[in-house]
């Protein structure tokens, strides 16, 4: 499976790397949060454009993302605008999301770009090659909130990522069943055996009573295999050529404050819920044979 290098963190081999988001609202809070974020051992810092305040003002946005950029220092920053049919907060039409994507390539500031697969349309391989053009890497994304799609439309649609060119192909789905969660560790598992040119990234989003489940297997596996509490989800990292449910990543906020923060302080508003639509406790497994990993939001 290829590697992606971005500022010598090499996404795709190696322990699982782990992003932290901003959220805020205000210009002033955005750069408070990335001067924090610019002390902790995370791997790289996405800032979610579409819950900032000037998020339909390109210049605002530019401005910001530069700012930022000096703020995090040599951290790595993914820039993502999450639309309103993606599960954002903002909507955009087809030609504001591709003036958006060109404004934040102009300000050179972005290492990581999320562009949406369905919102890029015709113009996803065109905006990923003006991309490496600009010399950052894409994570191309496709979420659907509502349901888990075959295992056969989610390989298909990662294939089409990779052939548009995108360095990280990324999944979000909600499952509504135990079998769903096994169709997209089939589907992760079948990009890791027959299409390794790129790293995968998948993502499930669990409630009720289906997170209770995979936090209880979770915990049990943990437990069965390193006699640790089963109040925990240790972290491990997946072997890239030979995927298994077992080398899935199984995260608490607890854990991750472990291993971003270089100390034992709690830093819980790295960890707050990304959008008021997030469900309190719920869960999210993160199943990828790349050793890329988001944040559990």
Known sequence: MSCISARGCRIGEGRPKVIVPIVE???????????????????????????????????VIAHCAAKLRVALKDKLLLITFRTKAEGGNV??????????????????????????????????AGLIKDTHTAGAKVVCS????????????????MVQMQHAGADLPKLAVMPQSRIDVLELLAATAEMADQHPETPVTSKLTLCGALAST????????????????????????STTRN???????YASCARLRDMTSKSSTT?????RTRSARTVPGCVC???????????PF
Request: one cysteine or more; hydrophobic letters at 35%.
């Open 25 to 59: 609202y205000t210009e002033a809070s955005i750069l408070e949060k990335a001067a924090e974020f610019s002390t902790l051992c995370a791997d790289c810092v996405e800032w979610r454009v579409d819950l900032f305040e000037g998020a339909k003002d390109l210049g």
């Open 267 to 271: 830093r819980s508003s790295v960890y």
């Open 91 to 124: 909507s955009l039409t087809h030609e504001e999301y591709l003036r958006y994507i060109r404004t934040v390539l102009d300000t050179d500031c972005a290492d990581l770009i999320d562009i949406e697969f369905f919102t890029a349309g015709t113009d996803l």
């Open 243 to 249: 995927f298994s449910p077992s080398n899935s990543m």
């Open 285 to 295: 497994v993160c199943a990828r044979h790349s050793s890329f990993s988001v944040t």
């Open 214 to 237: 995979v936090r209880a297997a979770a915990a049990s596996r943990s437990a069965a295999r390193t006699g640790s509490s089963s109040n925990s989800f240790p972290c491990t990292s």
């Open 142 to 157: 496709s979420h659907d909130f509502r349901k888990t799609p075959p295992q056969a439309e989610l390989v298909s649609r």
